[in-house]
């Protein structure tokens, strides 16, 4: 079983900075998947950010992409997003997930794991 557990979250001015934490435990993750997904109120959840642990190659929805960057530490088992320049429509519930399969995926049925969520709030 894997527990990935979310920190970071807040309420933060329109412009402002927040970095996002997700730890992982339970599992040994040397070349796995590691990524972010937001969901706005009623809207569908959405990727965000992914990163491979093992080889350091991420991808970024192109919504953003130049503000907002992932990091992996594989022997820590834990993944950071920076988001910088935050936008009101940045706000969301920000969940981490992790997928066991090797090439970077966007897509939710890829992961297999999955954070409670932390609240991100950009105001105007």
């Known amino acids: 079983q894997v527990q990935l557990v979310e920190s970071g979250g807040g309420l933060v001015q329109a412009g402002g900075s927040l970095r996002l934490s997700c730890a992982a435990s339970g599992r040994t993750f040397s070349r796995s998947v590691m990524g972010w997904f937001r969901q706005a109120p009623g809207k569908e959840r959405e990727f965000v950010a992914a990163?491979?642990?093992?080889?350091?190659?991420?991808i970024y929805a192109d919504s953003v992409k130049g503000r907002f960057t992932i990091s992996g530490d594989n022997a820590k088992n834990v993944v950071d997003l920076q988001m910088a320049s935050l936008k009101p429509e940045d706000t969301a519930v920000y969940y981490c997930a992790a997928s066991r399969r090797i090439l970077l995926v966007r897509t939710m049925a890829e992961y297999d794991y999955w954070g409670q969520g932390t609240q991100v709030t950009v105001s105007s």
């Open positions: 990163i491979s642990l093992s080889g350091g190659r991420y």
